[in-house]
T-cell receptor, first 115, second 113 residues
Framework: AQTVTQSQPEMSVQEAETVTLSCTYD???????LFWYKQPPSRQMILVIR??????QNATENRFSVNFQKAAKSFSLKISDSQLGDAAMYFC????????????FGTGTSLTVIP | EAQVTQNPRYLITVTGKKLTVTCSQN?????MSWYRQDPGLGLRQIYY???????DKGDVPEGYKVSRKEKRNFPLILESPSPNQTSLYFC????????????FGSGTQLSVL
């Protein structure tokens, strides 16, 4: 079974500080794509960052970066200089091109930003 | 504007009354899918479709039906809703390949009494 594990149901961070959300996954496939989505209280799903598994260089998008450890099947999200608008539920996901291109999501981490 | 349009946003119904949640995308995406979101369980896939007339079960298909008669539309049908189908539902679409992201609809909060 394809699984994505987010072991931190809730996290909090002081405004302007840095926080890391963890994600591990389990797949026997070598080719896949990894994503982090953000869901604010509006419940809209917003793509934060994505990474191709064949790329060794970690993806970055402004204050958001990932630590991708392929051998460990780990894909953590680092948020630097946290802002109040970063408060949301964060979902890790991966996509397997060889099994119908399905997306598999984790259970989410609820991030609180403390002013 | 590229978007996935999902309706309705909120729906309250009673057990056994058939309902349909509509989903339409204007991006010519091949891939479309339905998810339900429940607290502590994340997003679980109900059904997905790789193209017109091609649909497959996801992880939690029981009690749901879908159809893909046109590329842009992918309705979710609950023939006989039950209270355990009370959930937040999302439709999503994507280009078929690779690192292309999922575009999500705005969600449907369904309550089955």
């Amino acid at each position: 079974a394809q699984t994505v594990t987010q072991s931190q149901p809730e996290m909090s961070v002081q405004e302007a500080e840095t926080v890391t959300l963890s994600c591990t996954y389990d797949t026997s496939e070598s080719d896949y794509y990894l994503f982090w989505y953000k869901q604010p209280p509006s419940r809209q799903m917003i793509l934060v960052i994505r990474q191709e598994a064949y790329k060794q260089q970690n993806a970055t998008e402004n204050r958001f970066s990932v630590n991708f450890q392929k051998a460990a099947k780990s894909f953590s999200l680092k948020i630097s200089d946290s802002q109040l608008g970063d408060a949301a539920m964060y979902f890790c996901a991966y996509r397997l091109p060889n099994t119908g291109n399905q997306f598999y999501f984790g259970t989410g981490t609820s991030l609180t930003v403390i002013p | 504007e590229a978007q996935v349009t999902q309706n309705p946003r909120y729906l309250i119904t009673v057990t056994g009354k058939k309902l349909t949640v509509t989903c339409s995308q204007n991006m010519n995406h091949e891939y479309m899918s339905w998810y339900r979101q429940d607290p502590g369980l994340g997003l679980r896939q109900i059904y997905y479709s790789m193209n017109v007339e091609v649909t497959d079960k996801g992880d939690v298909p029981e009690g749901y039906k879908v159809s893909r008669k046109e590329k842009r539309n992918f309705p979710l049908i609950l023939e006989s809703p039950s209270p355990n189908q009370t959930s937040l539902y999302f439709c999503a679409s994507s280009l078929r390949q690779g690192v292309e992201k999922l575009f999500f609809g705005s969600g449907t909060q369904l309550s089955v009494l």
